[in-house]
């Protein structure tokens, strides 16, 4: 998994993370390397944010990276200059999806069932990936770390794996 969407200072003024993002060429070739390096049955995924400064290169950046040889593309929902400040752009991810043929997965701002909800309808993605929203959330993490599900944690949980829980427990 490569991840092009880190928008640390640290990692970008190394020329690492979302700053790459100005490149569509060069992060094309770097996808192109690693699916070069690693077997064929290994899946190949990259994480992108919308830019760096805009999302004006947001489609031409998500084409390079599946051209390259993504098999599967994680979407942040803002630029790296946004950082985390609300709101996540999903409708811009539901673009990118309709212009790459591999899977898009959504990202950003997902704090409850009702944003993750939101996040799949607006951007179209049939999956979503958490970041912050399930470390963050209390109820979550307690339920998983005691291997319990409970209210919103099961909503969330079924949501995301596509499972009635209440029919396994």
Same mark, same amino acid.
């Given at each position: 998994?490569?991840?092009?969407?880190c928008p640390a200072k640290c990692v970008n003024c190394h020329r690492g993370g979302?700053?790459?993002l100005d490149e569509p060429e060069l992060i094309h070739e770097i996808v192109a390397a690693v699916r070069r390096a690693v077997p064929a049955d290994i899946m190949v995924s990259a994480k992108m944010r919308l830019g760096t400064q805009d999302d004006a290169r947001a489609v031409e950046c998500a084409q390079a990276l599946a051209e390259g040889g993504a098999m599967e593309l994680v979407v942040h929902g803002r630029t790296?200059?946004?950082?985390?400040?609300?709101?996540?752009?999903?409708?811009?991810?539901?673009?990118?999806?309709?212009a790459v043929a591999i899977p898009?997965?959504?990202n950003g701002e997902i704090w409850s069932v009702a944003d993750a909800r939101r996040c799949r309808a607006e951007s179209g993605c049939d999956a979503i990936m958490?970041?912050?929203? +399930?470390?963050?959330?209390?109820?979550?993490?307690?339920?998983?770390?005691?291997?319990?599900?409970?209210?919103?944690?099961?909503? +969330?949980?079924s949501l995301l794996m596509g499972l009635d829980l209440d029919q396994r427990i």
């Open positions: 998994d490569l991840n092009f969407g979302a700053v790459l790296k200059l946004q950082g985390y400040r609300p709101p996540a752009y999903w409708d811009r991810i539901g673009a990118i999806r309709e898009v997965v959504a958490l970041g912050r929203g +399930m470390v963050a959330d209390e109820i979550i993490r307690r339920a998983r770390e005691a291997g319990v599900f409970v209210h919103e944690s099961r909503e +969330m949980v």
